[in-house]
């Protein structure tokens, strides 16, 4: 019997004391089922053997191939925000803070945000249906019979390459989004590239930055543990792929905005 | 299961260049905070801070130099604002500089502005306080341009007041404003004053004309000045070179004396003169009345006493004369000596400030 179905005999073999709602218990399983999931990750995270080769793979697969699409959201962010914001601070004598708005804007909140949710279209997404599809075709089974440990191989892997790559991202598309501003600050007046980045920069401090770059670790995490958990216990049958797919997306999503949340809360507290 | 070598290639180079944009932000900001620069620290007490807040600039002549490391409320009116400045500008914050709130512009962030010390004295030591003076607060700011305001509404009601009458020609300035007189009066002032200038102009090309040739003067005058000087110069040399008369009577004090001896002689043989010439009159007339020769001078004509009498007369007037001419040129040569003496000391003076300037 493999672990997801562990999981699953669990949550169906529970009988309260207290009557809830259905989608109110369902709820409350899949939170304690994403726990779970997610402390198994971390223990067999550190445990050996490592698998190095497959972690590289999906490094690949989950940060270089979303590298495009990211660039391009934040390229555009960038480009458009700046556009939006020269003509509202000109009208207040401002526009020489223009480039240090769109630095603290992009650097605290639009680039990490943003770069997440797509992240999560993409790659929770991809992960649920690919996990999904490997699950109704009993691929698991196959490898869990065939002796290797698929939640090692197949989980881990993902999700450790959704938290290492994520904040990558979000790195780049910040300085995309940044180039972005500049070229758009440029389609109104002549600024160097340097003028921009000294003014850009003015403003943010490492207490901005280190916040910025500890949720993005928290958002790639989440989206991989939930993209895996939903493709990792998917039911069996064609369309439960899909329904996978579509709650990874709906759920890390979900989680992306509340940890973002509590994260601003928390490093409005500790710095 | 090995992967392909380009996508490790590719993964190698996107790994790189986020984390290369990761730390040249860490470093960027990194440099801007003070974080990789040995740093000491100072602090300044207030009675308000502004809003001024943890991690602000630190400014020196305008050059952002450190940031505020931390704020601490010591009692009621007294803030302490510890600040982090960059070693390497210690020596410029002296012992009795000036810390200042002010603002990056009307909006902008607040910044703590140090006010350079006197040159000579000693730079501050990490742990020193430097000395604040009061920020100047906002609601302050807004008190006086409250007063200022008022003051000039003020000011505005009484240019009101005084544009009213001029308007209604009240006052010498409503007067001028309003009288038409005056405008002809000033047009045909200005017609004259247009021919006076005219005439003006006239005398002016005249005058310049005659500047100019004067000017041409001056310029010969200045050159036959410079052969003058010139030629004094030699002779002044010359003068005091004992070669000529007037050298040798400047410089030589023996021969003026001889010359002084010469004219007391010459006083003395006139005296002697006249009183050999009066002794010899009186042998020739004794000669004339003695009975051995008194026919002779008959004969000779010269025993007439008439024509005697006349000719002694004459005589005598003459050697009066010679007298009188005698005691003149006796005068004269001692306004002589005088010139001389006189013009031997300017020559002196000359030659001394010829001296001075060759110096």
């Known amino acids: 019997m493999s672990s997801t179905e562990k999981v699953n005999k669990k949550e169906s073999k529970s009988t309260l004391k207290f009557k809830l709602p259905a989608s109110l218990e369902e709820f409350f399983a899949k939170i304690a089922g994403l726990a779970s999931f997610a402390f198994k990750f971390f223990i067999e995270l550190l445990k050996p053997p490592y698998e190095i080769n497959e972690t590289l793979k999906q490094f690949f697969m989950i940060g270089y191939k979303s590298f495009p699409l990211v660039a391009i959201t934040g390229f555009i962010i960038g480009l458009t925000l700046t556009l939006q914001s020269i003509p509202t601070l000109d009208k207040f004598g401002a526009a020489s803070l223009v480039p240090s708005m769109v630095a603290l804007a992009v650097i605290l909140e639009i680039g990490p945000v943003i770069t997440a949710l797509i992240f999560a279209g993409k790659i929770g997404s991809g992960i649920g249906a690919e996990l999904g599809s490997m699950k109704v075709t009993e691929q698991i089974d196959a490898m869990e019979v065939s002796g290797t440990n698929p939640f090692k191989y197949l989980v881990v892997t993902r999700i450790f390459a959704a938290t290492i790559m994520l904040p990558l991202l979000v790195i780049l598309s910040d300085a995309i989004a940044l180039f972005g501003g500049f070229l758009a600050i440029n389609m109104f007046d002549y600024t160097s590239l340097k003028t921009f980045l000294v003014s850009a920069m003015a403003n943010i401090t490492f207490s901005d930055i280190i916040p910025a770059v500890t949720k993005t670790f928290l958002f790639g995490l989440s989206i991989g543990v939930v993209g895996c958990y939903e493709g990792y216990n998917a039911s069996r049958g064609t369309e439960s792929v899909g329904i996978a797919a579509n709650t990874a997306v709906v759920i890390s999503s979900l989680m992306v905005i509340l940890i973002d949340m509590v994260m601003v809360q928390l490093s409005s507290i500790i710095f | ?359």
């Open chain 2, 1 to 359: 299961m090995g992967m392909d070598k380009s996508k490790l290639i590719k993964l190698g180079i996107f790994i790189a260049a986020g984390l290369a944009v990761l730390i040249f932000g860490l470093f960027y900001i990194g440099s801007k905070e003070n974080l990789f620069t040995k740093t000491f620290d100072v602090y300044s007490v207030f009675s308000s801070v502004s809003g001024l807040a943890e991690g602000n600039n630190v400014q020196f002549a305008g050059i952002n130099v450190g940031t505020v490391k931390s704020i601490s409320i010591l009692s009621t009116d007294k803030i302490k604002v510890t600040m982090s400045i960059q070693e390497k500008v210690r020596e410029f914050i002296k012992k009795d500089s000036e810390a200042s709130i002010n603002s990056e512009g009307l909006v902008g962030n607040k910044v703590l502005t140090i006010y350079g010390g006197t040159p000579g004295s000693t730079p501050v030591d990490a742990g020193d306080s430097i000395h604040s003076i009061k920020p100047a607060e906002l609601g302050d700011i807004i008190a006086n341009l409250d007063k200022s305001s008022k003051e000039a509404q003020k000011i505005a009601e009484q240019i009101t007041e005084i544009t009213q009458k001029v308007n209604n020609g009240e006052g010498t300035l409503g007067k001028l404003v309003n009288n038409s007189d005056l405008y002809d009066h000033l047009d045909s002032l200005t017609a004259n004053v247009a021919n006076s200038t005219k005439s003006i102009d006239k005398i002016l090309a005249q005058t310049s004309t005659t500047i100019n040739s004067v000017t041409n003067d001056i310029q010969s005058l200045t050159v036959s000045i410079k052969l003058i000087t010139d030629n004094i110069g030699e002779i002044t040399t010359k003068i005091n070179s004992s070669q000529s008369l007037v050298g040798t009577l400047l410089t030589d004090t023996v021969f003026a004396n001889d010359i002084k001896g010469v004219l007391r002689n010459t006083n003395q043989t006139t005296a002697n003169l006249e009183m050999g010439s009066f002794s010899f009159y009186q042998n020739m007339e004794a000669l004339k009345h003695n009975f051995l020769f008194k026919g002779y001078f008959e004969d000779l004509g010269y025993w007439d006493k008439t024509e005697f009498t006349n000719v002694m007369e004459k005589r005598e007037s003459r050697i009066l004369n010679k007298e009188n001419e005698l005691d003149q040129k006796e005068v004269e040569l001692r306004e002589m000596q005088k010139k001389l003496e006189l013009m031997r000391n300017e020559l002196q003076k000359k030659l001394d400030s010829l001296n001075l300037k060759a110096e």
